[in-house]
C-alpha cells in the first residue's frame, strides 16, 4: 500500500457517495495527469459569503515515489474541484490570503481551508483484484472572520479502476479521477448540511510544548 501523508492530526471518517461527472486521464512514461472536467452541482446556495484559502501543500501537491518513477500532479487538479464546489455551496467566494488572520475587511462570514491529510492506493497485486484502488483523506477546516479556528469536518473519498491499459497509470489516474468525483459529491451531500446546523467538529488544543 502506497501511502502519502500531509497532516495527519485528526481521524477523518469514511464518507460514500456517488459520482458526480465524467474526466480524461492521460498517462505516460511514469507521470499520471489528470484532466478533469467537473460540471457546476445543481445545489440551492448557502446565503454565507466564504473566504477560501488554499495552502501551498494543497494548491501544488505532487504525489512522488520510487526516486520521481511515479508522479501525480494533483493540487490543481483538487483545487478546481473545490472551487466549483464552494462556487455552488455558498452565494459568493472570496480568496483570503490567510486563514488565521483577520478577514472582516474582506466581508466573508466565515473561511474555509481544505486539507489533504493523505493520498494512498493498492494496485492490483497488492488488492489481489484487478483494480487500482485510491483513497484521500480530507478535512475541511472551518474559521471565523476573525480568524479563529471554530471546527472542522473530516471525510474520506474512494476511487477505484479495473487494470485495462498496458500503462497502468492510466488506470490508476481514472481511480484518482473517480475519488475526486467522490470527494465533491461528499462535499454536496453532506458538507452543506454541517454548515446549516453547524455540525463540525470542535478543534483539537494546540499541542502542549514541554521544556526539557
Excluded: H
Excluded at 501551498?56 to 473545490?82: I, R
Aim: proline fraction near 8%.
Amino acid at each position: 500500500m502506497r501511502i502519502n501523508r500531509q497532516r495527519p492530526e485528526w481521524q477523518p471518517l469514511r464518507v460514500l457517495c456517488a459520482l458526480l461527472a465524467a474526466a480524461t486521464v492521460v498517462g505516460c512514461a511514469g507521470t499520471v495527469v489528470i484532466e478533469e472536467e467537473f460540471p457546476e452541482p445543481v445545489v440551492q446556495p448557502l446565503p454565507f459569503s466564504a473566504g477560501i484559502y488554499y495552502s501551498p501543500q494543497f494548491s501544488q501537491y505532487v504525489y512522488t515515489e520510487e526516486e520521481g518513477k511515479l508522479t501525480f500532479e494533483l493540487g490543481t487538479k483538487q483545487q478546481a474541484v473545490y472551487d466549483k464546489i464552494f462556487g455552488a455551496l455558498f452565494e459568493q467566494t472570496i480568496p483570503v490570503p490567510s486563514p488565521d488572520q483577520d478577514n472582516s475587511s474582506y466581508g466573508v462570514d466565515l473561511v474555509l481551508e481544505p486539507v489533504l491529510e493523505e493520498y494512498a492506493f493498492l494496485s492490483p497485486a497488492e488488492t489481489a483484484t484487478n483494480f487500482y484502488a485510491v483513497s484521500m483523506k480530507y478535512q475541511i477546516r472551518l474559521y471565523s472572520d476573525q480568524g479563529t479556528i471554530v471546527g472542522y469536518w473530516p471525510f474520506v473519498a474512494y476511487g477505484k479502476d479495473r487494470k485495462r491499459f498496458v500503462n497502468g497509470n492510466q488506470s490508476l489516474g481514472e481511480a484518482t479521477t473517480v475519488a475526486l468525483r467522490d470527494a465533491a459529491a461528499a462535499m454536496v451531500s453532506q458538507f452543506k448540511g454541517v454548515v446549516e446546523k453547524q455540525q463540525w467538529r470542535a478543534p483539537l488544543p494546540p499541542t502542549e510544548v514541554t521544556s526539557p
